[in-house]
């Protein structure tokens, strides 16, 4: 089972996952970001499918299409999402169906979207967490298949929040992954 990883930020979710010891086959990235250099550091292949417009004009499918074939020129398997900045369409989905992964820190369905962290402050919830899970079209909707929870302190702000989240998931997404390839493989 090859595995990609896809990354627009600092890649610290990416980093745990190598560090975990899931073999790594790829690294995609849709911009300039520091998960290149810790993917480079490594010897690892650097897939850049740069995304170039932000705005509305964004032609998601194209450019879903190009992630499609670059991952397919690795032959890749099995995509784990780790802080990927880019919403992904049908042809991404329908490719890798069932075989894409996520975590997202808050305990779904709660707080779904790109503001976890600062949603679940404002709501003035007690308990938070992150939730590993099958990706599909629908943002952060797919079959959950881990959580952790983390307690929201009265000092927290979004930062001390989401890094207290991602200490969680650092290690709830390698240790999920891992269970997931080792499933996929049994069932080949
Ligand atoms: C994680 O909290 C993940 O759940 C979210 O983006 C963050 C990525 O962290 N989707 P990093 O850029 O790898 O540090």
């Avoid at 975990?20 to 550091?41: F, M, N, S, T, W």
């Avoid at 995304?51 to 299409?65: A, I, V």
């Avoid at 990927?84 to 490719?95: E, W």
Wanted: proline content about 4%.
């Amino acid at each position: 089972m090859r595995l990609a990883v896809l990354a627009s930020g600092t890649g610290s979710i990416c980093r745990a996952i190598v560090d975990a010891g899931v073999e790594v086959a790829a690294v995609l990235v849709d911009r300039d970001c520091p998960a290149i250099d810790l993917a480079e550091a490594d010897n690892r292949p650097v897939l850049l499918v740069e995304r170039d417009d932000f705005g509305t004009k964004f032609d998601r499918n194209q450019y879903s299409n190009e992630v499609v074939a670059a991952l397919g020129n690795e032959n890749i398997d099995v995509v784990a999402m780790a802080g990927f900045g880019t919403i992904l369409g049908a042809s991404f989905f329908d490719a890798y169906r069932g075989r894409v992964l996520n975590t997202h820190p808050s305990l779904l369905p709660s707080f779904p979207g790109w503001h976890a962290v600062r949603d679940a402050l404002r709501h003035g919830v007690q308990i938070t967490g992150c939730t590993v899970h099958i990706a599909t079209l629908e943002v952060d909707a797919g079959p959950i298949l881990a959580q952790a929870a983390v307690e929201i302190r009265d000092d927290d702000d979004e930062a001390s929040l989401h890094e207290r989240i991602k200490l969680l998931e650092r290690d709830l997404y390698p240790a999920t992954i891992k269970k997931f390839l080792a499933d996929m493989e049994t069932q080949r």
